[in-house]
């Protein structure tokens, strides 16, 4: 069965600081995807990045970066120079690709960024 | 255009009544999901339905019942609502390649709606 750990419920920096979040995963398929969404105060998931088992370029998106690691079953977030508006729930989650199509979600690591 | 809308956003009711969640979708996606996010946060999937045909249905209580009249609709009827219902539903949609397949299908990635926050008293 797939898993996702978020080992880290609570984070606070204080702004302008980097920070990182994980993402630990377990499946027993070779074919998988990896998702990072942002769920804001206002409540709605924000989609963040999608990644396949196949590629394992680090992403750069602005100041949000992201680390996969097959050896490690990791795929972990940064945020460089941190904002305010950063302040959020973020989810990792794993979707296996010969199954069903369904999003395994990690629980959470609040982020909250003091000005 | 919103790409995933859920009505209605809130939704308060008192146990025991039946009520209903509807979703649409303008994507063209195949694949329609119904999740739910409790009170801890914890965001876990119920139901997933593909061109009209339910595949996923996550132990789910019997009185929990999705409908999917087209593949743009998948609508959350809840029956005897219970205090423990409450929380914060969310529409999904995905596009994936028929099951019948096993050549490599490419998820092109969900889109959720803006949730439903469903209060029972």
């Known amino acids: 069965a797939q898993k996702v750990t978020q080992a880290q419920t609570e984070i606070s920096v204080v702004e302008k600081e980097d920070v990182t979040l994980d993402c630990v995963y377990e499946?027993?398929?070779?074919?998988?995807?990896l998702f990072w969404y942002k769920q804001p105060p206002s409540g709605e998931l924000v989609f963040l990045i999608r990644r396949n088992s196949f590629d394992e370029q680090n992403e750069i998106s602005g100041r949000y970066s992201w680390n996969f690691q097959k050896s490690t079953s990791s795929f972990n977030f940064t945020i460089t120079a941190s904002q305010v508006v950063d302040s959020a729930v973020y989810f990792c989650a794993l979707s296996e690709n010969f199954g069903n199509e369904k999003l395994t979600f990690g629980t959470g690591t609040r982020l909250t960024i003091i000005p | 255009d919103t790409a995933v809308s859920q009505t209605p956003k809130y939704l308060v009711t008192q146990m025991g009544n039946d009520k209903s969640i509807k979703c649409e979708q303008n994507?063209?996606?195949?694949?329609m999901y119904w999740y739910k996010q409790d009170s801890k946060k914890f965001l876990k999937i119920m139901f997933s339905?593909?061109?009209?045909?339910?595949?996923i249905n996550e132990t789910v209580p019997n009185r929990f019942s999705p409908k999917s009249p087209d593949k743009a609709h998948l609508n959350l009827h809840i029956n005897s609502l219970e205090l423990g219902d409450s929380a914060v539903y969310f529409c999904?949609?995905?596009?994936?390649?028929?099951?019948?397949?096993?050549?490599?299908?490419?998820?092109?990635?969900?889109?959720f709606g803006s949730g439903t926050r469903l209060t029972v008293v």
């Open positions: 339905y593909n061109n009209k045909e339910l595949i």
């Open positions: 994507l063209g996606h195949d694949t």
């Open positions: 999904a949609s995905s596009q994936v390649r028929s099951r019948s397949t096993r050549i490599h299908r490419l998820n092109y990635g969900y889109t």
């Open positions: 499946t027993r398929d070779t074919t998988y995807y």
